[in-house]
């Protein structure tokens, strides 16, 4: 049995490996929308449910059980290694009929199903491929009334193994395999895993082969039973877990991420306790199902659920942000990002661990309560219910349950989910006092549906910065969509805030108002003749109003992955963004901007990307080699591309991987700074297809046949020609000795993502710009300027 656990921990750590590799690779390929995301979900634990369910009834009679698991095994190595192989001639025939924008769901599930579907098949099937060995084990046993307790308590073991194996890939892969490594290496180290467990487990099985007993050997007859409880309560409680586990785990990432930040290191530190959770509730459910009544413990852990949910609700939202260190309050855990990660796994589990201990519990006493049924079969459904169940929670409180209901509405349906299934086990069970039971279940979902709280709309808005949430003076917006939540704050001060996943992303504020305008206005004086521009990321609308005024700009496409970011920017940023989501030359595409580009045949004069900050996870997408390369292909002659650069909450290391990639695409790339006072915030990195002069002359004469834009630009205190060029920063060409060794930003190895994650509580932007600016030189080679403006610029350039 010691060697099952091993194997069975090892298998669940190679497969979380393979869930995080192939959900980034096979999302390059049909994007990162909430639907595709969807139809990923469908795909993945779909198959593992059709496996569960399928593949045990496929198995000849007589199969060694060890032999069929290492066939499983044997054949997720098989895909492991054909996955990354097939993907980019898949990709080929994708983009050949997919079209531009969030259509063609059809098409994405059919990518998705047809790479996800057949490993995931296998996967799902391992647990009850392996339950038949202890079944016919159990055969010339001496029968006893709680044979199948026996039964389950074993496969409830290898349950427990398994996720805790999964708990670890999940940390493996997020904090070490791929921040070190790449896919690659990471897909080789699931894939040798694989071929591990399958030389093993057909050793053991030629070892120990009187484990293949005939299916049909008869049982000896078993002992008087107590009156059984249906299956159908049984595998409803089954499907209600697995329905509001993941539906809480939906919720409750989204919160955590909040809280948090939405690192790439949150989200697997979230799976990672949540899958521990449910590890150490495996073996308390193991445990309980040897001492206790299954049915019985498991309606009671059911309505426990319904507690635990509630304490996690409130937990979340009413403790956690109390435990945020800060200047003040614990500031040693802020010393290193790895003090902070451990901190706030310690966080994580405080809220989570309730209830996952009590889902995790659930499945073992499901497997026990299935007496009188064929065990190796009994597995099978509960198994499938359990996975069909998940999928459904998963897809309901990503698409309806959040977007719709809120978060808080959600939670409720949550309490009420894991009440109904302890109603009806209580319903369905033969024992009496049901009328008590009924009255305790009634109180304690009262007083759960009490309990749960409002989503406070500070944490919406500043997330884990807890010492702004008091600079808040009131809420003009507030909401929940299907990939991030959104606010609209005004400040104490006056200051409107627009704010996404607990960022501020824009405002009204002289320092923000001048990057977002420059990102527009910039490049659509540079460029020649701008007519047709695509604005990535459009947050508060600032920069697609700078552009909209432009007269010769004819098109402008807006890519945006949530659709709240344009309601809530039309409703209250409309004065500051010329309410240029009414104006007719204007498209939104709700996709991500990848996806979009890679759907699209369309070229643009102009493409300006100002995504969310590299640390999000999913944003170092969009600072890649590979976008940025698919952007400059979708330019035309003459065309301009711009990236925002952040340089706060984040490290040199960072800042150098965006600017060097972006410059490995575009080397002539310019840095333009917005900050009046040059101490450093963010900067406006500027590519262009063809390098030419800039000339001063040329840009004020445009300026002054636009009156709009004279107006726009003076408002930022940009009143002349000569105050744009006075932005320069510097080039890539000359700040190529500070930036030798830059690490270059790669989809195959998402650098950035990993790197600006672990930079994410430092403040560096002081001493990043100021090696920056030891590099600028004034760029006699690219500047047409007055001598006026020569000799101001040159004077400014030596001062600083």
């Not at 634990?45 to 059709?50: E, H």
């Not at 496929?58 to 060694?64: D, E, F, S």
């Not at 990848?594 to 999913?618: A, C, M, N, Y």
């Amino acid at each position: 049995m010691a060697r099952l656990l091993v194997l069975f921990f090892a298998s669940g750590c190679a497969a979380l490996i393979y869930e995080t590799v192939w959900f980034y690779l096979v999302q390059l390929v049909v994007g990162a929308s909430s639907l595709s995301v969807a139809v990923l979900l469908c795909a993945f634990m779909g198959g593992m449910a059709l496996g569960s369910w399928l593949l045990p009834k496929l198995t000849p009679n007589g199969t060694h059980p060890f032999k069929v698991v290492a066939v499983l095994e044997a054949g997720i190595a098989f895909f492991g290694i054909a996955i990354p192989i097939a993907l980019p001639y898949i990709q080929q025939v994708y983009l050949t009929l997919a079209e531009p924008g969030a259509s063609a769901i059809t098409l994405r599930a059919v990518v998705c199903f047809f790479v996800l579907t057949p490993p995931t098949m296998l996967m799902g099937a391992t647990l009850p491929a392996i339950a038949p060995a202890f079944a016919r084990a159990s055969t010339f046993a001496k029968a006893t009334a709680d044979t199948s307790a026996r039964q389950a308590r074993t496969v409830g073991m290898l349950y427990m193994a398994n996720l805790a194996g999964g708990a670890t890939g999940t940390v493996l892969a997020g904090f070490y395999l791929l921040r070190v490594h790449d896919t690659v290496i990471a897909t080789t180290v699931a894939v040798a895993i694989n071929v591990v467990i399958a030389a093993t487990l057909t050793w053991m099985a030629n070892e120990a082969p009187e484990a293949a007993l005939a299916p049909d050997a008869p049982q000896a007859p078993q002992a008087p039973q107590a009156p059984e409880t249906p299956q159908a309560p049984i595998l409803a409680a089954a499907a209600l877990s697995g329905f509001t586990a993941l539906g809480a785990e939906v919720v409750w990432t989204r919160q955590l991420s909040l809280l948090f930040g939405a690192s790439v290191y949150t989200f697997s530190l979230i799976l990672a306790v949540f899958l521990a959770g449910l590890g150490v509730g495996g073996w308390v459910g193991t445990s309980l199902a040897r001492r206790t009544r299954p049915v019985a413990a498991l309606a009671v852990i059911q309505a426990l659920l319904a507690g635990a949910i509630a304490f996690g609700a409130y937990a979340i939202v009413n403790v956690l942000p109390h435990w945020q260190p800060t200047a003040l309050f614990l500031p040693q855990v802020r010393s290193t990002s790895w003090m902070m990660f451990t901190y706030d796994a310690l966080r994580c589990g405080f809220a989570l661990l309730p209830a996952t201990i009590l889902w995790g519990a659930s499945f073992p006493l499901t497997l026990a309560a299935g007496r009188g049924a064929d065990f190796g079969g009994h597995v099978a459904r509960v198994n499938a219910i359990n996975t069909a169940g998940a999928l459904a929670g998963a897809l309901a409180f990503t698409l309806i349950g959040i977007p719709m209901l809120g978060s808080h509405d959600a939670q409720q349906a949550l309490v009420i989910g894991a009440t109904i299934s302890s109603l009806l086990l209580l319903l369905g069970s033969p024992d009496g006092a049901k009328a008590t039971r009924l009255g305790v279940i009634a109180v304690v979902t009262a007083v759960a549906l009490w309990i749960v709280p409002p989503v406070p709309g500070k944490l919406i808005a500043y997330g884990r910065s807890v010492n702004s949430w008091d600079s808040i003076a009131r809420f003009l917006f507030l909401g929940e969509g299907a990939t991030a939540s959104i606010a609209v704050t005004e400040g104490t001060g006056g200051a409107k805030q627009f704010h996404i996943a607990g960022k501020v992303e824009a405002s009204d504020m002289d320092i923000d108002m001048r990057l977002e305008r420059m990102l527009g206005h910039v490049p659509a004086l540079l460029h020649p003749h701008p007519k047709s521009v695509l604005i990535v990321g459009v947050g508060a609308g600032v920069t697609a109003g700078a552009l909209s005024i432009h007269p010769e700009i004819e098109r402008i496409v807006i890519c945006d992955i949530e659709p709240l970011v344009p309601i809530s920017a039309r409703a209250y940023f409309g004065t500051e963004n010329h309410h240029v989501f009414d104006n007719p030359k204007v498209q939104l595409v709700f996709d991500d901007a990848r996806h979009f580009l890679q759907t699209t045949d369309e070229k643009f004069d102009i493409i300006t990307s100002d995504p969310i900050h590299p640390w999000v996870r999913g944003a170092a997408t969009l600072y890649s080699e590979e976008y940025l390369t698919l952007s400059k292909n979708h330019l035309t002659p003459g065309g301009v591309a711009t990236q925002w650069i952040p340089m706060y909450e984040t490290d040199e290391r960072s800042v150098k991987s965006e600017i060097a990639t972006f410059a490995k695409v575009f080397p002539d790339t310019t840095l333009w700074n917005p900050d009046l006072l040059e101490e450093g915030y963010d900067l406006v990195a500027l590519g262009r297809a063809e390098q030419t002069p800039i000339v001063e002359g040329t840009l004020q004469a445009r300026i002054d046949a636009a009156p709009r834009v004279k107006k726009s630009l003076e408002e930022v205190l940009l009143k002349s020609a000569g105050d744009i060029l006075g932005t320069y920063a510097g080039r890539a060409r000359d700040l190529a000795p500070w930036l030798a060794d830059a690490e270059i930003n790669r989809e195959r190895h998402l650098r950035l993502q990993y790197l600006a994650g672990l930079a994410a509580n430092t403040d560096h932007r002081f001493a990043i710009f100021g090696g920056i600016l030891s590099y600028r030189r004034y760029p006699a080679d690219l500047f047409v300027a007055s001598a006026d403006t020569e000799a101001r610029l040159r004077s400014w350039y030596d001062e600083r």
